[in-house]
């Protein structure tokens, strides 16, 4: 099991910790590097700063968000990057949410998640290919466009400049169960929002026969301390905000999810909570015990004995969200073992 560094995106503004970060991180052997966006700073221009910073860990996105650029554009970024970094990228998507979607990004959140996703990435690998002018004729994506408001001048292209790698990986966040199994036939990878090593089942049976080389890479928040309830803390903050305000009461994913992994009352709960207003007590309201089986946190030894649970599944990559230098050290002894 490789370890990797997540970063997440920005809040107020950037860290000015990020860079040391990953350098530390390579350094110490860790296998990637990866940045996220929400509706705030973007996936690629802090990957190409800290491409710039580093030179062999690899760069990835967990994850670029679908909404904000049709598929070759982000095949662009993706290609460019690729060139400059020495064919270090791995491009991770997710389609985040109706509230995203169509609130940030102007957007109207596709009927079928899983065609506009599946196009999506055959776009992405026309393009990276360079076999031929990219063209699909597709529910969502339409290359080249044959709208009704379309001038009729469209012209089927290939990309000017030759990609680096045409078998670029691409991973998918995905977390409904025919998402997860779709995922596993058109994508390089997955990348698992929440990953309780004792719970597998909880995204169906797409996970009994992975295609070979397909990689598993869940993130998870990793701290350690002596004090496993206070080192719990970030880790409610982070799934009271997603399962109370990232996503609408009648349709969010990150809440679904959750009850899925046998905890619906708490979920709707956290969401009652937050839609009122009481932000701190919808943190609160998460349960102790399912902030502890989707992260490493505690002294140590605990995160040593837990981290025995991951490497027994399916996970090939453990993309920690590690808030300082001597978590990443330890992470990274305890993962040569």
């Known amino acids: ?37 929400s509706w705030g700073s973007d996936a690629f221009t802090p990957l190409t700063w800290i491409a710039a910073h580093t030179s062999r860990i690899r760069l990835g996105t967990a994850v670029a968000q679908m909404a904000a650029r049709s598929p070759v554009t982000t095949a662009m970024h993706a290609l460019t990057l690729d060139h400059l970094s020495g064919g ?18 102007g957007r109207p959140f596709p009927a079928s998640p899983l065609t506009a996703t599946r196009e999506y990435v055959d776009v992405l690998r026309q393009v990276l290919r360079r076999e031929a002018p990219v063209e699909l004729a597709g529910r969502f994506h339409s290359h080249p466009y044959r709208g009704p408001d379309a001038t009729g001048l469209g012209k089927p292209l290939k990309p000017i400049t030759h990609p680096l790698r ?8 995905a977390e409904g169960p025919k998402n997860v199994a779709q995922t596993t036939r058109i994508a390089d990878g997955w990348l698992p929002l929440y990953w309780a090593p004792t ?53 969010n994913f990150h809440a679904d999810l959750m009850a899925r992994m046998g905890y619906e009352e708490e979920a709707r709960r956290i969401q009652r909570l937050f839609r009122d207003g009481r932000r701190e007590e919808a943190v609160i309201a998460v349960p102790d015990a399912f902030a502890d089986e989707i992260s490493l946190v505690g002294p140590r030894e605990r995160i040593a004995e837990r981290l025995e649970s991951w490497r027994k599944g399916p996970v090939t990559d453990l993309l920690a969200l590690a808030p300082d230098p001597h978590t990443l050290r330890v992470l990274a002894e305890l993962g040569s073992r």
């Open 199 to 251: 719970r597998p089942e909880v995204y169906g049976p797409a996970l009994a026969d992975l295609p070979e080389g397909f990689l598993v890479a869940p993130m998870a928040q990793v701290r350690v301390c002596d004090d496993v309830s206070e080192g719990l803390l970030p880790v409610k903050a982070m799934l009271g905000f997603y399962i109370g305000g990232m996503g609408h009461a009648s349709r």
């Open 166 to 173: 045409p078998d670029l990986p691409i991973l998918l966040g």
């Open 88 to 105: 270090r990228v791995m491009l991770g998507l997710g389609l985040s949410g109706p509230q995203v979607v169509e609130g940030w990004y």
């Open 1 to 37: 099991m490789r370890l990797g560094l997540a970063l997440g995106y920005w809040g107020r503004g950037p860290s000015p910790g990020h860079v040391h970060l990953a350098q530390e991180a390579e350094r110490l052997g860790y296998d990637s590097v990866w940045t996220a966006e």
